[in-house]
């Protein structure tokens, strides 16, 4: 199947900023799922509001538009309904980890079989350029003029201690090893979570001395570093990419088949 079977052509061009990179998440999300021959009848993706939510309404499979912050209990009740399906949330910072945040750790502690993409722009990209959970302490923003003095969520500690079996992070500029750990993360059998650094140049980039998003991708490409390229004694502060935690575990819906089966049995 061509990439483009799984667009939404009629409702392009998309409403991203110049440079955004939320498309670059889309196409190596697409992708993923074209290498793995998944049909487009067995996927579901669920988003709330906010500007990495617009992925819902251009990829052509079942899609769910819902609440702020809510796509995850969404998420959980179609799981749990349709067990069979490959249920993806593409989230923002908001809604993952703002309002959405008590779903996050929730669904991370039930081991759900969703993946959670966190798209990681470091603000409020919709509404204006607010600060958000991710954007840490010193950044700028329009509700930081002077700096935020708010420290920021570290998405893969806090999806390692809340319980994810699959807990990996990238960014928009290597593409190539996205699409592999998106792989992995849809493969997976639970909650799993891909963090992907990704570029805001119209308001993070413009607040903090990143005029363009070509700017922004190279401080990707300068300041992180693959898990699997550290030395011994490796001690840089740079940020690490790659699979964090990769571990079978008991999966929520098959769990709660199994009681509904004991108790059954109990009833004959």
Not at 166 to 191: C, N, P
Not at 199 to 204: A, I
């Amino acid at each position: 199947m061509a990439v483009r079977d799984y667009i939404r052509q009629r409702f392009f061009p998309h409403l991203w900023c110049p440079g955004c990179g939320h498309g670059i998440v889309m196409n190596g999300l697409i992708r993923a799922i074209d290498h793995m021959a998944i049909p487009k009848n067995d996927i579901v993706m669920v988003s709330g509001i906010g500007c990495s939510s617009r992925i819902t309404g251009y990829v052509d499979v079942h899609t769910l538009h819902t609440l702020h912050g809510r796509a995850l209990a969404f998420a959980a009740g179609v799981k749990l309904s349709r067990p069979e399906l490959r249920v993806i949330v593409p989230m923002g910072d908001g809604d993952a980890l703002s309002i959405g945040g008590n779903h996050f750790i929730h669904a991370a502690r039930r081991n759900m079989d969703i993946t959670a993409i966190v798209m990681n722009n470091r603000i409020y990209g919709m509404t204006g350029g607010q600060f958000s959970p991710l954007s840490g302490s010193g950044t700028q923003a329009s509700t930081a003029p002077f700096g935020n003095i708010d420290p920021a969520f570290d998405v893969v500690s806090l999806a390692k201690a809340a319980g994810a079996g699959f807990v990996a992070r990238s960014t928009t500029y290597h593409v190539t090893e996205m699409i592999d750990l998106l792989k992995q993360a849809i493969s997976h059998r639970g909650f799993s979570v891909v963090e992907i650094l990704s570029q805001c140049p119209t308001y993070f980039g413009k607040h903090n001395g990143m005029e363009s998003a070509v700017d922004m991708m190279e401080n990707f490409r300068k300041n992180t570093k693959s898990l699997g390229k550290i030395p011994e004694g490796y001690s840089e502060d740079k940020v690490l990419r790659g699979v964090f935690v990769n571990e079978n575990r008991p999966e929520y819906c098959q769990e709660y088949e199994r009681i509904i089966a004991s108790a059954m049995k109990g009833e004959t």
